[in-house]
């Protein structure tokens, strides 16, 4: 088994490479430090911030480099 898995974008049918993370919470049914994340490509970062946006659940949005660097999992 390979560990240098590819994070794939989390937009729906798209098979391209990861290089955004969405860090995002619903307070209705996440405590407030907890972080759920959805991957994103260039082209559906936009999108996918927009639904998370619109709802009030978007926390942050890091490159996923970053986000690995600071120790966190995707
Ligand atoms: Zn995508």
Do not use: Y
Request: include cysteine; proline fraction near 5%.
């Amino acid at each position: 088994m390979s560990e240098e898995t590819t994070p794939i974008c989390s937009a729906k049918g798209c098979r391209l490479d990861a290089v955004w993370v969405l860090a995002w919470n619903n307070p209705k049914i996440h405590t407030p430090e907890r972080r759920k994340t959805w991957l994103a490509c260039e082209e559906h970062r936009e999108h996918l911030s927009q639904f998370l946006g619109v709802r009030g659940f978007l926390k942050d949005v890091v490159l996923l480099k970053e986000w690995e660097a600071q120790g966190q999992v995707p």
